[in-house]
């Protein structure tokens, strides 16, 4: 079996080594939390919230999984180099390649003839035979295409559901040319069930924007549609539930979108083409809409207390972007909390997932930890957390305001 290098160890990175392992691939992989690299080595699970990682760990790690903060060395140990870094986007939208141009620094320096490099992080259109190419050369002195193989492989899992994604989902991978998409396409089949060949790297780089771009401009339009209907008086739950069949499919309404993946990805398509005559105008349109979403209730309860919100006590119910998922990055309920605050409202935070202390520290507000919410003038419900429906359901001196259809009152 080959010899892998996995470099970022984090939500996409370390289930990605687990598969790996299982599939009798050796794997070295590769963060830059000396905390991280002790912890797999021991076989212990740094990542909450993914079943079947931490059962996985302590059978691979310290043995098939090899994790260490030197990138360089086990690029010189390895013959496959996968790069699965996040990206982020900076207060302008604009992606920030800290992340990528220092993993592929590093395996540039370990390079060597005959290596396959693949890039999973979802990147703008032309960032592998762009950027990474540009600096593999630059610091290996080898030639991409000719001495070494390059392609783009975008990961396409799901928190919670990781590992069953990276060996069953189709797979995409498309190669600089044709021998590095074929050996690209060998090792992924060596460990997922379907893969399939894409043009080429710009081609597979599009495919995942767009597979992102598709789920934003639908939540977009089912959050239009639950305007409207509250603006006509219809209740917009039951008649998504009447329209949906199988030529409809209506997305849930809510608070907006969260994460690392679908409130980011539009803005690469959108950022590529705003100097072309053919611009993105639906995707950023529905970016506008779904951002727009914590305005849109932060005035439903401001508007409710007749004026004086300076005396509304709030409590914001579910934290993270998601249910199930201790993952904050982008959560719609930090942009409600600070727009209720601005408006003078005193919020509590709610989220079994998320340490009181941690509440306070990342969102700015006290957390609430009882479940008697008769104190509070609202309660904003907002993703599918459960463990609280009971306790609103036996409320009767708060306005509930439920953002997924969790509770009618």
């Not at 396959?116 to 630059?138: D, S």
């Not at 809510?254 to 950022?271: A, E, S, T």
Request: with cysteine; net charge negative; glycine share 8%.
């Amino acid at each position: 079996m080959t010899k892998v290098s996995v470099s970022g160890l984090g939500k996409a990175g370390l289930p990605l080594c687990a598969v790996l392992a299982e599939a009798g691939h050796t794997v070295y992989g590769v963060d830059v939390s000396p905390q991280v690299v002790e912890k797999i080595n021991k076989g212990q699970c740094p990542v909450s919230g993914e079943p079947g990682l931490p059962e996985a760990l302590e059978k691979h790690g310290g043995k098939n999984i090899q994790a260490t903060t030197n990138a360089k060395k086990a690029a010189q140990e390895t013959d496959v180099h996968i790069i699965i870094v996040p990206l982020f986007l900076d207060e302008n939208h604009k992606p920030d390649y800290k992340n990528i141009d220092e993993a592929s620094e590093k395996i540039g320096q370990g390079l060597k003839k005959g290596d396959l490099v693949v890039l999973e992080t979802t990147v703008p259109v032309g960032t592998t035979k762009g950027r990474l190419k540009n600096k593999l050369e630059a610091l290996s002195g080898l030639k991409a295409g000719q001495e070494f193989h390059l392609a783009y492989s975008p990961e396409r899992i799901m928190t919670g559901y990781s590992l069953d994604r990276f060996k069953r989902f189709p797979k995409i991978v498309g190669g600089l040319d044709d021998k590095s998409t074929e050996k690209a396409h060998k090792f992924y089949s060596s460990f997922c069930e379907n893969v399939s060949k894409a043009t080429d790297t710009e081609t597979a780089e599009y495919t995942k924007i767009i597979e992102g771009v598709y789920r934003d401009v639908n939540i977009a339009l089912a959050n239009e549609l639950f305007k409207t209907a509250e603006t006509l008086g219809i209740d917009f739950w039951e008649a998504r539930e009447a329209a949906n069949h199988k030529y409809c499919e209506i997305h849930e309404a809510g608070l907006g979108v969260g994460g690392h993946c679908i409130p980011v990805y539009p803005h690469f398509l959108i950022d590529a083409v705003k100097d072309a005559k053919q611009k993105a105008v639906l995707t950023k349109t529905a970016r506008d809409i779904n951002e727009s979403m914590a305005q849109y209730f932060s005035e439903k309860i401001i508007g409710g207390k007749q004026g004086t919100p300076g005396k509304c006590r709030v409590a914001v119910i579910g934290l993270t972007y998601r249910e199930g998922v201790d993952e904050t990055h982008n959560t719609p309920s930090k942009k409600l909390i600070q727009l209720l605050k601005k408006e003078g409202c005193k919020v509590y935070g709610v989220d079994p997932l998320i340490p009181s202390q941690r509440i306070e520290d990342e969102f700015g507000v006290e957390a609430y930890e009882g479940e008697d919410f008769n104190e509070f003038d609202f309660a904003v419900l907002v993703n599918k957390e459960e463990k609280y429906l009971e306790a609103l359901n036996a409320a009767e001196n708060v306005s509930v305001i439920y953002c997924k259809n969790q509770l009618k009152k």
